[in-house]
């Protein structure tokens, strides 16, 4: 059975950031892992506070550029129409330019676990 959420909140953070989750849903024949779709915007000079997820997020860039950190690894600036991919529980951060970025971003993990989990 296909478990599914659909929500159209879009909280905003202290730093303006923007974020809408379109889809949460079990992928079917796969136990205990969820999909979820958000669409995300990021102000201008904005660096998101350093983070991990219990699985992978492919980024597609909708507008504008965000340069992806990862901890130890090269830093990778995507721009409009590319798309970037975080590992399982790699740390990593979202930094932008003076144009800021929108965002589509796509999330496989384990069902029940946080969407993100914050580091100093």
Same mark, same amino acid.
């Given at each position: ?5 659909? /929500? ?5 953070? /202290? ?16 136990? @205990? ?10 102000? /201008? ?15 597609? !860039?909708?507008e504008g550029s965000v ?10 600036? @995507? ?13 990593? %951060?979202? !930094? %932008? ?14 069902? @029940? ?8």
């Open positions: 059975m296909l478990a599914l959420i659909i /929500a159209n909140v879009t909280p905003v953070s /202290a730093d303006g950031v923007k974020l809408e989750t379109l889809l949460k849903a079990q992928l079917e024949g796969v136990d @205990g892992t969820e999909v979820i779709v958000s669409k995300v915007q990021i102000p /201008a000079n904005t660096s998101l506070p350093k983070h991990w997820h219990p699985g992978e997020e492919f980024v597609y !860039i909708l340069t992806l950190w990862q901890k130890d690894k090269k830093s990778i600036t @995507g721009r409009t129409g590319e798309v970037l991919k975080v590992p399982l529980e790699q740390i990593h %951060t979202g !930094i %932008t330019g003076n144009e800021g970025a929108s965002l589509l971003v796509f999330r496989v993990h384990e069902q @029940g676990k946080p969407e993100r989990v914050m580091v100093e």
